[in-house]
Nanobody, 115 residues
Framework: QLQLVESGGGLVQTGGSLRLPCAAS????????MRWYRQAPGKQRELVAD???????TYADSVKGRFTISRDNAKNTVYLQMNSLKPEDTAVYYC?????????WGQGTQVTVSS
């Protein structure tokens, strides 16, 4: 059974950093795009960053220059390095990974940035 497990969330002060890993496990034949979304209270879920199987990356304008998405194909893991965090980054962060040509979601991890 395919599964995504996220970790790394928590409470951090403005200007701080966090690193979110999301590891895939199960019968994996291929992992294509890997993405991070976030959803703040009362807001729609938004795409934060994605990385293709070839390593190309894209970012939401709100996080450019502060967040970095990366992947370790040997570990079937995608990371989101978040620096210079702001209170408006507070949200539940979800990974979304295309495994065997189907999209799977992680359970979400809370990130709270205090002012």
């Amino acid at each position: 059974q395919l599964q995504l497990v996220e970790s790394g969330g928590g409470l951090v002060q403005t200007g701080g950093s966090l690193r979110l890993p999301c590891a895939a496990s199960g019968s994996i034949f291929a992992i294509n795009a890997m993405r991070w979304y976030r959803q703040a209270p009362g807001k729609q879920r938004e795409l934060v960053a994605d990385i293709t199987s070839g390593g190309s990356t894209t970012y939401a304008d709100s996080v450019k220059g502060r967040f970095t998405i990366s992947r370790d194909n040997a570990k079937n893991t995608v990371y989101l390095q978040m620096n210079s965090l702001k209170p408006e980054d507070t949200a539940v962060y979800y990974c979304n990974v295309n495994i065997n040509w189907r999209d799977f979601w992680g359970q979400g991890t809370q990130v709270t940035v205090s002012s």
